[in-house]
DNA sequence: GCCAACGTTGGC
DNA sequence: GCCAACGTTGGC
């Protein structure tokens, strides 16, 4: 089994939209290695909910990938917000998917991306090194650092 | 295959 | 709202 952690802003879709629709698919990533990362996704894979965007940035929740990649329905319409230049779209799909992804649990109270900072065993995750990766692996060992951590505190 | 232009992400 | 970091585009 693999670990991930997710990114999401909460304007857009909260922990608390997944706890509500309890599966939810993880649509819109429109990154090739975010991407790659989905497609790695095998079901079971357990994932923390990232709240980005807002303050305080925050592991929020628990989450479990229900379903695995398949392609994203939206990917095929113009798209809205495009990277690069100006310009047309290139031709040829590039194959964007989305999981589905189920609600395990919402942590009463989240880790601050402030507090992951201070622990040094955590020092080299994606997320601190790579800020702007929305869907990233995590390590088994950063796992249970964060497990830990979040458990503790209910 | 380099790299300038430029758009997005996301913390602050 | 600002802006640093970084990804993509496309001309060359």
Do not use: C
């Not at 990154?31 to 305080?56: K, V």
Request: hydrophobic residues 40%; proline residues 8%.
């Amino acid at each position: 089994m693999a670990y991930w952690l997710m990114k999401s802003e909460p304007d857009v879709f909260s922990i608390d939209d997944l706890h509500r629709e309890n599966v939810a698919g993880w649509d819109g990533v429109r990154n090739y290695q975010a991407r790659n990362n989905l497609r790695a996704m095998r079901q079971g894979d357990r994932a923390f909910f990232y709240h980005s965007s807002t303050n305080p940035p925050a592991i929020v929740g628990l989450m479990e990938v229900a379903r695995e990649a398949y392609p994203d329905p939206t990917s095929k319409e113009p798209a809205l917000h495009t990277s690069g230049g100006p310009g047309r779209r290139t031709s040829g799909d590039p194959g964007w998917v989305q999981v589905d992804v189920k609600f395990v649990k919402a942590f009463h109270a989240p880790l601050l991306l402030d507090d992951i900072k201070r622990i040094p065993a955590l020092s080299r995750m994606v997320l601190l090194r790579n800020s702007r990766l929305s869907v990233q692996p995590v390590s088994p060992a950063e796992w249970k650092v964060l497990i830990d951590r979040l458990e503790k505190r209910g």
